[in-house]
């Protein structure tokens, strides 16, 4: 799930933004352990259909996500260029491909083809793309979301899905209007996830114009490792589970 900084270093740096990002690292870090104790048999627990874990991931994906459109918010504000926010999304799509090259060595009938990397790699170049619409980002997010339980209420009405071929197969589930879950180890649709990355480009706007300091709030220091975390999120994602992994095999193998 991500993920390190999803925006270009910025001119100004708000320490609560990283802080909150910090904090969805250390919960996504906990979350896979957990995972990864149920892949070894440490764990009986139904990461795939049971409320406790389903509830968990959405919410660490949505807190990645809205930092990450509220990150693009406070980039576009500052006047942050287009050549470096590109060089940052090399950095978001190159992990992504490792993280697909990975997933497949050791899930290859579930490999992660379009995950949360994947999807911050497309909605990172809409959101910036649809900075310029201000205050019509909260519709347009909430017309984001809304589409895929739009296109699940036609299927329940008409009793069939309209194009299943179409829509179910890789070459476009990567948009999210599926009539059923594919089979990977993480999936992050561009919809609902986009409105969520909206949302959070629309908040960082009405921040910076009209509460800015409220972004400029120190974090406490016994909390001030979650802003490190947070700066570093991307590297984070990266070696956190190669090492969790690594160190269960270790045990496994002592035993």
Same mark, same amino acid.
């Given at each position: 799930?991500?993920?390190?900084? *999803?925006? =270009? /270093? ?22 896979? #352990? ?11 627990? =139904? *990461?795939?259909?049971?409320? #406790? ?25 500052? &006047?942050?260029g287009?050549? +470096? *926010? $590109? +060089? ?6 190159g ?12 899930? !290859?009938?579930s *490999?992660?083809?379009? &995950? ?18 201000? +205050?019509?980002? $909260? ?6 979301i809304?589409?895929? #339980?739009?296109a699940?209420?036609?299927h ?8 299943? $071929? ?9 948009? &999210?209007?599926?009539?059923?879950? !594919? ?8 919809? /609902?996830?986009?409105?969520?990355m ?15 300091? $409220? ?8 909390? +001030? !490792?979650?802003?490190?975390?947070g ?10 589970? !190669? ?8 045990w496994?193998?002592?035993?």
């Amino acid at each position: 799930m991500r993920v390190p900084r *999803f925006s =270009e /270093p910025s001119a100004t740096r708000f320490e609560i933004v990283d802080a909150l990002r910090g904090a969805a690292v250390v919960w996504m870090t906990v979350y896979h #352990f957990c995972f990864d104790l149920r892949h070894f048999g440490y764990l009986q627990s =139904e *990461f795939y259909r049971d409320p #406790f874990w389903t509830l968990q991931r959405t919410v660490i994906v949505s807190l990645f996500l809205w930092t990450a459109g509220l990150s693009q918010a406070i980039a576009w504000h500052q &006047g942050q260029g287009w050549a +470096r *926010f $590109w +060089r940052r999304w090399t950095q978001v799509a190159g992990c992504a491909l490792l993280v697909s090259a990975g997933s497949y060595l050791m899930f !290859p009938r579930s *490999f992660i083809w379009f &995950g949360v990397l994947h999807g911050l790699a497309v909605m990172l170049v809409i959101a910036r793309l649809s900075a310029p619409a201000g +205050r019509w980002l $909260w519709p347009l997010g909430a017309l984001a979301i809304a589409t895929p #339980f739009i296109a699940q209420a036609v299927h329940s009405t008409l009793g069939y899905w309209p194009f299943p $071929w179409i829509f179910d197969e890789k070459w476009l589930a990567w948009l &999210g209007w599926v009539s059923r879950k !594919p089979i990977t180890e993480d999936y992050v649709p561009v919809f /609902p996830w986009l409105g969520v990355m909206l949302w959070g480009v629309a908040a960082g706007q009405w921040l910076m114009r009209a509460r800015p300091q $409220w972004l400029q709030v120190r974090v406490p220091a016994p909390a +001030r !490792p979650l802003v490190t975390l947070g700066r570093w999120s991307l590297t984070w994602y990266m070696l956190h589970q !190669p090492v969790l992994i690594g160190a269960l095999m270790a045990w496994q193998a002592l035993r």
